[in-house]
């Protein structure tokens, strides 16, 4: 209610672009307040976050599949996904499993204090570099808001979107994040339907489980075919791995490097998109089986 005054406006929009509703709206008799309203850079910054909620709609829209079959939350407190003392930890949050963000919320705030929890390195979106667990100091700006991506993360974006078209499921560009020097493995399962009715209830769905093995030197993706109610899958990797060597069931990828920006800077990272893209049908009838 009332006027919204800038600095509010931005810190509003960079804490909720991932949250499972978002929406901006203005009361009778008070200001305007879409994004053009705003000065010009303010524009940019409100225009980059609502087009940032685009990308990674895939991967909100398989939590929100998550939630209707197992029922966990899409936003979750860090204690649903790591033991420790965070019961009085309520500025951060994880956005499914894998994403977790500390938003600035105190206003004209120059800093924050984040936690990284567990035991592993975080990906920090706005450098693109490894950033030790434990607790950080983050400096406050206008244009960026403090995510990381945990060890292992899956996350299916948008590999293209056209404003005022609905966002393709079928052509999911998945970023892998592997930290340096650790092992382990990781698995989702991504679906894809028509994305506004319910008729995946019918069968008219499709679904890849999709697996990485790592180690300091190599990553493995697997991808099985589950369900091709919906057709087929058409998919890329781009992986935040280092200079491992990566492939896709066994078949060694010939990757190129791609600048790609998230929440703040321009960050390196390796992609097959411009070279092989694999579909659904990838996996043979005997894999699946397995």
Not at 36 to 58: G, M, V
Not at 100 to 115: E, M
Not at 185 to 204: C, H, P, Q, T, W
Not at 214 to 232: E, Y
Request: some cysteine; aromatic content about 12%; hydrophobic content about 35%.
């Amino acid at each position: 209610g009332g006027d919204c005054e800038e600095p509010l406006m931005l810190d509003w929009m960079k804490a909720c672009f991932l949250f499972p509703f978002t929406r901006n709206h203005t009361g009778l008799g008070t200001r305007f307040q879409e994004p053009w309203a705003y000065s010009i850079s303010a524009k940019e910054t409100l225009a980059k976050y609502i087009r940032l909620r685009y990308q990674f709609l895939p991967y909100l829209y398989n939590l929100f599949a998550e939630q209707e079959e197992k029922g966990d939350p899409i936003l979750r407190p860090l204690f649903y996904e790591f033991d420790g003392d965070f019961d009085q930890i309520t500025d951060q949050f994880f956005v499914g499993p894998y994403i977790l963000q500390a938003p600035i919320v105190k206003p004209k705030a120059k800093s924050r204090s984040v936690i990284l929890p567990g035991d592993e390195p975080w990906f920090d979106a706005n450098s693109g570099e490894w950033i030790k667990n434990g607790k950080l100091k983050i400096k406050a700006s206008n244009g960026e808001t403090p995510l990381f991506f945990r060890n292992g993360a899956i996350i299916p974006t948008s590999l293209s979107h056209v404003p005022g078209e609905p966002v393709s499921l079928s052509r999911p560009e998945i970023h892998i994040f592997v930290a340096p020097c650790t092992s382990g493995s990781e698995s989702v399962l991504y679906r894809a339907d028509d994305g506004i009715s319910f008729d995946y209830r019918s069968g008219k769905r499709c679904a890849l489980d999709i697996r990485v093995e790592w180690d300091p030197h190599s990553v493995n993706v697997f991808v099985r075919n589950l369900v091709s109610g919906f057709g087929d899958i058409h998919y890329g990797f781009v992986f935040h791995v280092g200079d491992r060597k990566c492939s896709v069931n066994g078949e060694a990828l010939n990757l190129n490097p791609v600048q790609i920006s998230l929440t703040g800077n321009s960050i390196c990272a390796r992609t097959n998109l411009c070279s092989d893209r694999f579909t659904s049908t990838f996996a043979t009838s005997k894999e699946v089986k397995k």
